[in-house]
């Protein structure tokens, strides 16, 4: 039998998911976006399609507020902090999936196959939930592989935040900044090429598209946090 969690715990639940909402619309109110690559996701969506969106998990805060599609599922760990984290997801209309590498990760990973014949877009972070930071997990390659959908690398950069010392390195963005959300171009599987080339092509991609990000704030005049 689940053991009921604590008072504390209980009133964190409460109290933070609400906070951290409020927070995430403060910072996106008060910062200056632009947004890269948007033709490429809404050229699937145009024909009824969906995606895979990818980004790596030190750019989680504010990609709720960068998402401008018509619905996801996204996959949170299924932690104490994932919990927090996905109440706050779906105060802005969002639905998460719960699981890790460590725990929950096969029925987890086989929700999301599952949520692959329906109508919404898949989230994940592939270095997530412990790392390495910034290196791909077998999860988004298999995804991508069994769905057969595509796989659009999503990155975010500004010039004031700051960095906490964890593994990922989490950005918190501040106010008063410029900020850039960027998408790739889709990376499909192709069965003839194998798991591997096809992962490698997946990081390169994201590689280009976070440097996309970052050389549109320079342009502005600003460097990346």
């Known amino acids: ?34 947004y890269l690559g948007m033709e490429h996701v809404e050229a699937i969506w145009q024909t009824g399609k969906y995606v895979v969106l990818a980004f790596w998990h030190e750019q989680l805060l504010l990609m709720v507020y960068g998402y401008r599609g018509p619905g996801a599922k996204i996959l949170i760990s299924a932690s104490k902090d994932g919990e ?45 939930p412990k790392g390495p930071r910034h290196e791909l997990k077998d999860g988004l390659i298999q995804l991508a592989r069994l769905t057969g959908r595509p796989v659009v690398p999503m990155a975010f950069v500004c010039s004031r935040g700051k960095r906490f010392a964890s593994w990922d390195k989490f950005l918190l963005p501040l106010p008063f900044g410029q900020g850039v959300f960027s998408f790739g171009e889709p990376v499909y599987f192709d069965k003839t090429e194998g798991v591997d080339v096809f992962r490698d092509r997946v990081q390169k991609a994201m590689t280009l598209n976070q440097q996309k990000a970052i050389a549109r704030l320079e342009a502005k005049g600003a460097s990346a946090v």
């Open 1 to 34: 039998m689940p053991r009921k969690p604590r008072f504390k715990d209980r009133l964190l639940l409460a109290i933070a998911p609400p906070l951290a909402a409020g927070l995430i619309r403060l910072i996106g109110r008060l910062t200056r976006f632009d």
């Open 84 to 128: 927090l984290i996905a109440r706050t997801i779906q105060r802005f209309g969002q639905g998460t999936v719960r699981g890790s590498s460590s725990r929950g990760g096969r029925a987890a990973f086989r929700s999301l196959v599952a949520l692959g014949e329906e109508q919404v877009d898949l989230v994940i972070t592939p270095d997530g």
